[in-house]
């Protein structure tokens, strides 16, 4: 399962110079694109590194182990509502960020198993509709969890919560480093970088291990799996508990960035979202799945700020309202990259060979 | 008047809307094995373009039922083009891909057709004209109108119709064989491409026709409709066994009466705890409960899987 | 020598099917037992009802003198039984080492935690699952498609690779369902060579085969089921000559 690299990039001096060059890269962004383009394109910047993380959790669960999960989104409501409880004047609570977030990651894991375990014996679409249940019953309790008890405050969502502190400092406020001003979303990029990167490397190693190995076993075929001696319960639940936990994650980490949450946030619609990232990256490839997350956080956006301004210099004034043709577009583009590339953007190697040889599959399945 | 027998009775009405919708889902899956995720946006497009004819006949001397039944016909093609059309660009291409593919491509069209509604029609919520008699008629102490008989009559006599079509006619073998094996279909002559194809122009058929009963029905119309909708009706065909069309119209009826009477009674059966805002929770619960203990729906194929 | 499997009296049904009749049958340590029939007769529900994938629905099963109690198909393979299937189930997108790896899991432990770290025993234990899958592919004889996907290979040597995958369990008793089907002549005397191997080896064989003159030649003894039921078992000499199995195959291949 190693990444298939071309022979010079194997080579460590290589690999060693390529590592410092990225490093410097990131570190760098922020001030090309926050200085080059403004804040508000840091913001989707920082936005596009929380869904690189639930798309990475999410590509656990349907890229590996071949699980067809439309309601990932909920752990990302819980990861967020946790944290949103934890650190705000709605309980008057307000734990650090560094007992929040690896408690969202681990309570997203335990809803994970939670949810998973009356699924296991289901086949694919059947496992979609249920886990869509889930999510919209999820988010149903957050929008009504405010009688008779108020704990989610409803609609209204849950305001002025605490921003993430690294000691003593607020990521909501930008800070002085060497007489250089650096404002939040820069801040806020930095943290995301590097947690990003935590899950990044988590993935990868789980990918190529014994535990990874079980899951694309159990992706390419249940009962080999089963015979062959895994348990696949066990092994089933373990990928839904580390995809949520990942979805935890970047949730308690969206609600301090933003510093507010409603249920709105966690709707069918960005499950959906997540899932397109996976598939159109390329499903079960780290490097795809990256991709995806980036072009599909992104995307929106570009078209966003551009869907008025180009009509405006294309014919002169907005003949369709830029929202809807922002829409449009990112729909549009879903259907031609996936009737162009039905393996994803960036499939792994081995699947590229796969779609090339469809329909030659020797003796599987009955 | 009795709660029971009016829940009962909007249970139905809406069961044999959501019975309509799911069909085409179940129909589509059976034959292709894919969830048709843009079926609910062609109930949508079926709607509104209903809507648009019958505004602009409104006005004339025509009598309202007439208006509603023109507009019912205007969108009855439109919806079948729209099928169509939809399975030749965006599913067609992709019958041998990784089955993840076709799902994006369908949630795409979803979007695009979201969008494409929202465009012609606007933002705002329309109002169905009032021409259907609505004058609400006594029985067991609950009410029910001309419009809400006339919905579970017709929806009845559709599936009636589509059962002996699929039972005892040509295409309806045809359909059958492809479901059960495309490729030996095939080869038995059975032009697959074409059945697909008649199984989406059908399916859009009976969209449309529940459009219009669910906008007459509730006298509103949206481009959003589409979604929420679409999403209880595949619910309805899973929980009946997708693939299997008693099933669609077991689970439609089902969901139907399970939500108006969990969002009638609700709030006794938990002590006031949760209020009819649950409803959806309702109808998500039992759909989860029952493929817990039957994991092909209520009336799917037990398969144990061949080893 | 002793007695390895026993199976009691074991039932499946398929609604109106009787897929298995009231089998009972007993392997000893070490022999190569056959399992035959016309088709349909069952075979291959046998080998499901024993690996744990179809639940009985009457019988029981004893393995080295102890009830197989849990009958999640894992605990069987964990117990010591191993199986390949007769329409050859690879994980197709993985390389060959990569399947027979995978057979590997169920006699180690490493968990997320250990892949997430990889420290000194997780890497140990990596290290010998691939030597142990390489040696098993030198054994089946397809060392060389090590890093092929396990879809691209031969489906001769597609066989030989789930034979590798199971022995990767460290099976005691190795079920076989038709392993040598669509082979030519060559690879069924090949395949003939390694179950044999096998046997040295110290694995007992349940072998299901068509081929009859396979199976007379490497079994000690051989059951015939028909229609669920098992008519006869003994020597193949003698199964051979059987009045029921001739019966049974004759008015099979006429039908
Ligand atoms: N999952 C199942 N569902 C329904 N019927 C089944 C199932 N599995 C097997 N059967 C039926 O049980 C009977 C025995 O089948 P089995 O596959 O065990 O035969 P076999 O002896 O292996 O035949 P072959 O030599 O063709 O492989 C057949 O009638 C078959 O149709
Ligand atoms: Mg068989």
Same mark, same amino acid.
């Given at each position: 399962m190693r990444m298939n690299l071309p022979a010079?990039?194997?080579?460590?001096?290589?690999?060693?110079?390529?590592?410092?060059?990225?490093?410097?890269?990131?570190?760098?962004?922020?001030?090309?694109?926050?200085?080059?383009?403004?804040?508000?394109?840091?913001?989707?910047?920082?936005?596009?590194?929380?869904?690189?993380?639930?798309?990475?959790?999410?590509?656990?669960?349907?890229?590996?182990?071949?699980?067809?999960?439309?309601?990932?989104?909920?752990?990302?409501?819980?990861?967020?509502?946790?944290?949103?409880?934890?650190?705000?004047?709605?309980?008057?609570?307000?734990?650090?960020?560094?007992?929040?977030?690896?408690?969202?990651?681990?309570?997203?894991?335990?809803? /994970?198993?939670?949810?998973?375990?009356?699924?296991?014996?289901?086949? #694919?679409?059947?496992?979609?509709?249920?886990?869509? /249940?889930?999510?919209?019953?999820?988010?149903?309790?957050?929008?009504?969890?405010?009688?008779?008890?108020?704990?989610?405050? /409803?609609?209204?969502?849950?305001?002025?919560?605490?921003?993430?502190?690294?000691?003593?400092?607020?990521?909501?406020?930008?800070?002085?480093?060497?007489?250089?001003?650096?404002?939040?979303?820069?801040?806020?990029?930095? $943290?995301?970088?590097?947690?990003?990167?935590?899950?990044?490397?988590?993935?990868?190693?789980?990918?190529?291990?014994?535990?990874?190995?079980?899951?694309?076993?159990?992706?390419?075929?249940?009962?080999?799996?089963?015979?062959?001696?895994?348990?696949?319960?066990?092994?089933?639940?373990?990928?839904?508990?580390?995809?949520?936990?990942? /979805?935890?994650?970047?949730?308690?980490?969206?609600?301090?960035?933003?510093?507010?949450?409603?249920?709105?946030?966690?709707?069918?619609?960005?499950?959906?979202?997540?899932?397109?990232?996976?598939? $159109?990256?390329?499903?079960?490839?780290?490097?795809?799945?990256?991709?995806?997350?980036? $072009?599909?956080?992104?995307?929106?956006?570009?078209?966003?700020?551009?869907?008025?301004?180009?009509?405006?210099?294309?014919?002169?004034?907005?003949?369709?309202?830029?929202?809807?043709?922002?829409?449009?577009?990112? #729909?549009?583009?879903?259907?031609?990259?996936?009737?162009?590339?039905?393996?994803?953007?960036w499939p792994e190697a081995r699947r590229r060979r796969e779609m090339a040889a469809a329909g030659e599959a020797p003796g599987k399945r009955a | 008047m009795d709660i029971f027998i009016q829940q009962i009775i909007n249970g139905l009405v809406l069961g044999s809307i959501y019975a309509l919708v799911a069909l085409g889902y179940t129909m589509v899956y059976g034959i292709m094995g894919l969830i048709n995720f843009a079926h609910g946006e062609v109930v949508m497009i079926g709607a509104l373009t209903s809507l648009s004819i019958i505004k602009l006949l409104a006005g004339t001397s025509l009598p309202g039922p007439v208006v509603v039944l023109i507009g019912l016909a205007g969108a009855i093609p439109v919806c079948m083009a729209l099928g169509f059309t939809i399975e030749r660009v965006a599913y067609r291409p992709l019958r041998a891909a990784p089955r993840l593919a076709p799902l994006i491509t369908a949630i795409g069209v979803s979007i695009v057709l979201q969008q494409v509604g929202m465009l012609i029609w606007g933002r705002n919520y329309h109002a169905f004209p009032g021409l259907l008699p609505t004058t609400p008629r006594h029985i067991l102490g609950a009410q029910i109108t001309d419009l809400q008989v006339l919905i579970v009559v017709l929806a009845a006599l559709i599936m009636a119709a589509l059962i002996l079509l699929v039972n005892t006619t040509r295409i309806g073998r045809a359909m059958r064989a492809t479901a059960e094996n495309p490729d030996i279909a095939g080869l038995m002559g059975v032009d697959v491409n074409q059945i697909i194809s008649i199984t989406f122009v059908i399916g859009s058929a009976l969209a449309a026709v529940a459009g219009v009963m669910v906008s007459a029905n509730y006298s509103i119309a949206h481009y959003y409709m589409g979604f929420i909708l679409g999403l209880k009706a595949f619910t309805a065909a899973v929980l009946g066994g997708i693939g299997n069309m008693g099933g669609a119209m077991l689970g439609g009826v089902l969901l139907g009466l399970i939500e108006s009477l969990g969002a009638g009674y609700i709030g006794d059966l938990t002590g006031g705890f949760l209020g009819s805002n649950y409803q959806d929770v309702f109808a998500f619960f039992v759909l989860i409960l029952v493929l817990v203990f039957r994991p092909s729906g209520l009336m799917g194929e037990k398969l144990a899987e061949r080893a | 020598m002793g007695v390895l499997l026993r199976a009691q009296g074991v039932s499946k049904s398929f609604g109106g099917v009787q897929a298995l009749r009231e089998i009972s049958l007993s392997i000893d340590q070490g022999e190569i037992y056959g399992l035959i029939g016309p088709n349909g007769a069952g075979k291959t529900t046998f080998f499901n009802a024993l690996t744990g994938l179809y639940s009985c629905d009457r019988g029981e099963f004893e393995f080295d003198g102890k009830p197989l109690k849990v009958r999640a198909p894992h605990e069987v393979a964990r117990a010591g039984i191993a199986r390949t299937f007769q329409n050859i189930r690879l994980f197709a997108n993985m390389t060959a080492l990569e399947n027979v790896m995978v057979g590997r899991h169920l006699r180690t432990r490493a968990g997320v935690i250990g892949a997430v770290l990889r420290d000194r025993a997780t890497r140990a234990e990596e290290q010998a699952i691939e030597v142990r899958a390489r040696e098993l592919l030198d054994y089946v004889g397809i060392a060389g498609r090590a890093n092929d996907l396990a879809r691209h290979l031969a489906y001769g040597d597609q066989r030989r690779l789930e034979i590798a995958r199971a022995l990767a369990t460290e099976p005691r008793l190795l079920a076989l369902d038709e392993p040598a089907a669509g082979m030519n002549a060559t690879e069924t005397a090949s395949l003939r060579d390694l179950i044999e191997a096998l046997r040295r080896d110290g694995i007992t064989i349940l072998l299901i085969e068509h081929d009859v003159r396979l199976v007379m030649g490497l079994c000690d003894r051989v059951a015939v089921l028909d229609y669920g039921e098992k008519i006869a078992e003994d020597v193949p000499e003698k199964v051979q000559k059987d009045a029921k199995v001739i019966e049974a195959y004759l008015g099979g291949s006429l039908a």
């Amino acid at each position: 399962m190693r990444m298939n690299l071309p022979a010079f990039a194997r080579d460590p001096r290589f690999s060693w110079v390529g590592m410092v060059l990225v490093a410097v890269a990131l570190v760098a962004l922020p001030f090309v694109v926050g200085g080059g383009f403004g804040n508000s394109w840091m913001r989707v910047v920082d936005s596009a590194l929380l869904y690189i993380m639930l798309s990475l959790g999410l590509n656990i669960v349907v890229g590996f182990a071949g699980l067809l999960d439309l309601g990932y989104i909920a752990f990302y409501a819980v990861g967020a509502y946790l944290y949103a409880l934890l650190a705000s004047p709605q309980f008057g609570l307000h734990l650090p960020f560094w007992v929040i977030l690896p408690l969202g990651a681990a309570v997203a894991g335990m809803f /994970g198993v939670i949810l998973g375990a009356p699924t296991l014996r289901l086949r #694919g679409d059947y496992l979609a509709i249920v886990t869509l /249940g889930f999510g919209e019953i999820v988010r149903i309790f957050l929008n009504n969890l405010d009688a008779p008890v108020n704990v989610t405050n /409803g609609p209204q969502g849950i305001a002025q919560i605490d921003p993430v502190r690294i000691g003593g400092a607020a990521l909501s406020k930008s800070q002085q480093w060497f007489g250089l001003t650096v404002p939040s979303v820069y801040l806020y990029y930095y $943290l995301f970088v590097v947690l990003t990167l935590l899950v990044i490397f988590v993935t990868v190693r789980l990918e190529d291990s014994r535990i990874g190995r079980a899951w694309v076993a159990i992706r390419e075929d249940e009962v080999a799996a089963k015979a062959c001696g895994i348990d696949t319960r066990n092994i089933k639940l373990l990928a839904f508990a580390m995809g949520a936990s990942f /979805g935890g994650l970047s949730g308690g980490l969206f609600a301090g960035f933003q510093q507010f949450v409603s249920p709105e946030s966690f709707s069918l619609l960005e499950s959906i979202m997540v899932l397109c990232m996976v598939v $159109l990256g390329g499903m079960g490839h780290i490097p795809g799945v990256i991709l995806g997350g980036v $072009l599909l956080a992104v995307l929106p956006e570009v078209l966003r700020s551009g869907a008025g301004i180009w009509q405006r210099a294309l014919f002169g004034k907005i003949l369709i309202d830029p929202e809807s043709l922002r829409m449009l577009l990112f #729909g549009l583009a879903l259907i031609a990259v996936m009737l162009y590339r039905p393996a994803g953007l960036w499939p792994e190697a081995r699947r590229r060979r796969e779609m090339a040889a469809a329909g030659e599959a020797p003796g599987k399945r009955a | 008047m009795d709660i029971f027998i009016q829940q009962i009775i909007n249970g139905l009405v809406l069961g044999s809307i959501y019975a309509l919708v799911a069909l085409g889902y179940t129909m589509v899956y059976g034959i292709m094995g894919l969830i048709n995720f843009a079926h609910g946006e062609v109930v949508m497009i079926g709607a509104l373009t209903s809507l648009s004819i019958i505004k602009l006949l409104a006005g004339t001397s025509l009598p309202g039922p007439v208006v509603v039944l023109i507009g019912l016909a205007g969108a009855i093609p439109v919806c079948m083009a729209l099928g169509f059309t939809i399975e030749r660009v965006a599913y067609r291409p992709l019958r041998a891909a990784p089955r993840l593919a076709p799902l994006i491509t369908a949630i795409g069209v979803s979007i695009v057709l979201q969008q494409v509604g929202m465009l012609i029609w606007g933002r705002n919520y329309h109002a169905f004209p009032g021409l259907l008699p609505t004058t609400p008629r006594h029985i067991l102490g609950a009410q029910i109108t001309d419009l809400q008989v006339l919905i579970v009559v017709l929806a009845a006599l559709i599936m009636a119709a589509l059962i002996l079509l699929v039972n005892t006619t040509r295409i309806g073998r045809a359909m059958r064989a492809t479901a059960e094996n495309p490729d030996i279909a095939g080869l038995m002559g059975v032009d697959v491409n074409q059945i697909i194809s008649i199984t989406f122009v059908i399916g859009s058929a009976l969209a449309a026709v529940a459009g219009v009963m669910v906008s007459a029905n509730y006298s509103i119309a949206h481009y959003y409709m589409g979604f929420i909708l679409g999403l209880k009706a595949f619910t309805a065909a899973v929980l009946g066994g997708i693939g299997n069309m008693g099933g669609a119209m077991l689970g439609g009826v089902l969901l139907g009466l399970i939500e108006s009477l969990g969002a009638g009674y609700i709030g006794d059966l938990t002590g006031g705890f949760l209020g009819s805002n649950y409803q959806d929770v309702f109808a998500f619960f039992v759909l989860i409960l029952v493929l817990v203990f039957r994991p092909s729906g209520l009336m799917g194929e037990k398969l144990a899987e061949r080893a | 020598m002793g007695v390895l499997l026993r199976a009691q009296g074991v039932s499946k049904s398929f609604g109106g099917v009787q897929a298995l009749r009231e089998i009972s049958l007993s392997i000893d340590q070490g022999e190569i037992y056959g399992l035959i029939g016309p088709n349909g007769a069952g075979k291959t529900t046998f080998f499901n009802a024993l690996t744990g994938l179809y639940s009985c629905d009457r019988g029981e099963f004893e393995f080295d003198g102890k009830p197989l109690k849990v009958r999640a198909p894992h605990e069987v393979a964990r117990a010591g039984i191993a199986r390949t299937f007769q329409n050859i189930r690879l994980f197709a997108n993985m390389t060959a080492l990569e399947n027979v790896m995978v057979g590997r899991h169920l006699r180690t432990r490493a968990g997320v935690i250990g892949a997430v770290l990889r420290d000194r025993a997780t890497r140990a234990e990596e290290q010998a699952i691939e030597v142990r899958a390489r040696e098993l592919l030198d054994y089946v004889g397809i060392a060389g498609r090590a890093n092929d996907l396990a879809r691209h290979l031969a489906y001769g040597d597609q066989r030989r690779l789930e034979i590798a995958r199971a022995l990767a369990t460290e099976p005691r008793l190795l079920a076989l369902d038709e392993p040598a089907a669509g082979m030519n002549a060559t690879e069924t005397a090949s395949l003939r060579d390694l179950i044999e191997a096998l046997r040295r080896d110290g694995i007992t064989i349940l072998l299901i085969e068509h081929d009859v003159r396979l199976v007379m030649g490497l079994c000690d003894r051989v059951a015939v089921l028909d229609y669920g039921e098992k008519i006869a078992e003994d020597v193949p000499e003698k199964v051979q000559k059987d009045a029921k199995v001739i019966e049974a195959y004759l008015g099979g291949s006429l039908a």
